[in-house]
Nanobody
Framework: QVQLVESGGGLVQAGGSLRLSCAAS????????MGWFRQAPGKEREFVAAHGRISGNILYADSVKGRFTISRDNSKNTVTLQMNSLKSEDTAVYYC?????????????????WGQGTQVTVSS
């Protein structure tokens, strides 16, 4: 089992920045990949970014590329999502997720463990 706890959500004006953090516990972080997803009201959960076990194995959704940065610290079992130049369409509940595999993936069903989510609201 892997337990995930997100933090760092909140309300920000368009153009601002937020930093989300996710702390994992239960199993060594070196054995899994980690990702961020988001879900806006009335919409399906969508992929945002993922970081594989190996440094440099990173993938972003086109909608956030160049604005968001994912990073992880295996020594602390954490993954962070730095979000800059936020837009109103970034408003959603953001979820941290763990995939028990080396490779990264973009579909929610490919992730086995999920955090409780943290709300991000961007006002225009």
């Amino acid at each position: 089992q892997v337990q995930l706890v997100e933090s760092g959500g909140g309300l920000v004006q368009a153009g601002g920045s937020l930093r989300l953090s996710c702390a994992a516990s239960g199993r060594p972080s070196s054995i899994y990949s980690m990702g961020w997803f988001r879900q806006a009201p009335g919409k399906e959960r969508e992929f945002v970014a993922a970081h594989g076990r190996i440094s440099g194995n990173i993938l972003y959704a086109d909608s956030v590329k160049g604005r968001f940065t994912i990073s992880r610290d295996n020594s602390k079992n954490t993954v962070t999502l730095q979000m800059n130049s936020l837009k109103s369409e970034d408003t959603a509940v953001y979820y941290c997720a763990v995939r028990m595999a080396m490779s990264i993936a973009t579909a929610p069903h490919q992730y086995q463990y999920w955090g409780q989510g943290t709300q991000v609201t961007v006002s225009s």
